[in-house]
């Protein structure tokens, strides 16, 4: 899922990109830094660059983004997402919660998404012991 350029990682399946929706689609999963570090500032050297065969020059949670920035890029209606961030830093999964829950269905690049699902074991637990404290305020 991961070889090849940061080009071709977005660019698979229909339908075609433009460098403005790619681009947007790093921006919305905060992975502007990673296309930085693969290829350097300059658009053309960053969108060349080599991903390695599973990812192995990306960290958990930047292949995780990467894989979000995919998703978001094949312009689907609904987004089934299990554990889309537990391997992002905590800045970064609030800001991309943030930038899907702003973006989704609004005109933009995000516009396609009509229901987005997110499945986190983490966030269920975290809902879980919420509701306890409450009752137990109560």
Do not use: C
Not at 87 to 116: C, M
């Amino acid at each position: 899922i991961f070889a090849g350029t940061l080009e071709d990682h977005l660019t698979s399946g229909p339908p075609a990109l433009t460098i403005d929706e790619r681009e947007e689609y790093l921006k919305l999963t905060d992975s502007l830094e990673i296309a930085h570090r693969l290829g350097g500032e300059n658009p053309t050297d960053y969108w060349l660059a080599e991903i390695s065969a599973e990812g192995t020059n990306l960290s958990g949670g930047q292949r995780q983004r990467l894989a979000l920035a995919r998703a978001y890029a094949q312009k689907k209606p609904v987004l089934v997402l299990t554990e889309p961030v537990n391997s992002v830093d905590e800045p970064s999964q609030q800001f991309i919660f943030n930038q899907l829950e702003k973006y989704a269905g609004n005109p933009g690049v995000l516009e396609h998404l009509r229901e987005v699902y997110i499945i986190s074991t983490t966030m269920e637990v975290d809902r879980r012991i919420a509701r306890a404290n409450q009752r137990q305020g109560e």
